[in-house]
């Protein structure tokens, strides 16, 4: 008897965002589409391209990790088997679809932090907006550091307070 093997791998972009449902037994099934490109030169060598939509089902805790990771635009690595499935709508019309049950799932964009793309740079000193006085404050500062004492036992000392400090906490 000769092996089969039924396997099928995408890699694409979800065209929406994942459906989340529970079976009566309370299994969970996500359901989602992926879009995978082509492209190709014809023989008058015009650049086609070409999109095929695929539906994707993931069952139990990887359905949960589906609905809970993935979205719109998400670009995604499937893995899993192709199924045919057979079913009579409720017109009485006996329906067919094509569809790919994943056995793994790997997200495949960055992780984004709803942050833009750009490094944050220090301003010079013509775009800082400083008061006329802060050269003399920050003197002032100075002078007052100079003044404090420099044994910081002493300083601790004479800045005992009721609240609790790190040695006061039992572990």
């Known amino acids: 008897m000769a092996r089969s093997l039924n396997k099928a791998q995408l890699i694409g972009n979800l065209t929406r965002d994942p459906e989340l449902r529970y079976t009566p037994q309370g299994t969970a099934v996500c359901t989602f589409t992926v879009a995978t490109n082509r492209q190709w030169k014809t023989d008058s060598g015009d650049l086609r391209d070409e999109a095929d939509f695929h539906r994707v089902v993931a069952w139990d805790k990887l359905a949960e990790i589906c609905s809970q990771m993935?979205?719109?635009?998400?670009?995604?690595?499937?893995?899993?088997?192709?199924?045919?499935?057979?079913?009579?709508?409720?017109?009485?019309?006996?329906?067919?679809?094509?569809?790919?049950?994943?056995?793994?799932?790997?997200?495949?964009d960055r992780a984004r932090d709803d942050s833009p793309d750009y490094q944050v740079t220090e301003p010079s000193e013509e775009e800082i907006d400083l008061p006329e006085d802060f050269e003399s404050n920050l003197e002032d500062e100075d002078k007052k550091k100079e003044e404090e004492p420099k044994d910081t036992e002493t300083k601790k000392n004479s800045e005992k307070s009721d609240e609790p400090g790190e040695e006061d906490i039992p572990f």
């Open 70 to 108: 993935l979205s719109k635009g998400k670009k995604v690595f499937v893995e899993g088997r192709i199924q045919n499935r057979q079913w009579a709508g409720q017109d009485g019309v006996k329906r067919t679809t094509t569809e790919i049950v994943i056995s793994d799932m790997l997200l495949l």
